[in-house]
């Protein structure tokens, strides 16, 4: 079985052959008129132009930040540390709800996550995926 060299070839690639989509309708739905230019990606032949990995994570049904993230570290790692030191870029989804929570919290009050905010916010978190857990 053929394996890219590159780590965003492979996971587009190991995406791809998931998929249920032809190359074909891949290309289609990210805006490119033939499925050669899928192939040549997904072989690493080219790299993943960023600009399309939204498109590309749709038209998959995979994680638009996790493939984001990869190629970053392949293609542009400075960019990559500077992003996440900064923006925080690499979030999982429930860590970006947690600060849309607390953006939106914001938008009522000042919050100040001192100490003894951090360990009620702990406490509640535990129980609710203890919750989680026995309720299955």
Not at 6 to 17: H, K, R, V
Not at 61 to 78: G, Q
Not at 94 to 110: H, R, V
Request: aromatic share 6%; hydrophobic share 45%; with cysteine.
């Amino acid at each position: 079985m053929f394996t890219p060299a590159s780590p965003t070839a492979q996971y587009l690639f190991d995406a791809i052959e998931a998929s249920t989509k032809t190359q074909k309708e891949i290309a289609r739905e990210v805006g490119y008129p033939s499925a050669n230019i899928i192939t040549m990606m997904k072989k690493g032949e080219t790299k993943v132009p960023v600009s399309r990995i939204p498109a590309l994570a749709k038209a998959l049904d995979i994680d638009t930040s996790e493939l984001i993230d990869i190629a970053l570290k392949e293609y542009h790692p400075e960019l990559r540390t500077c992003l996440r030191e900064f923006y925080g870029v690499g979030l999982n989804l429930q860590q970006k709800l947690m600060l849309e929570l607390l953006d939106e919290a914001e938008t009522i009050t000042p919050v100040e996550l001192d100490a003894g905010l951090c360990d009620t916010l702990l406490q509640v978190m535990v129980f609710a995926g203890r919750l989680q857990m026995e309720i299955g």
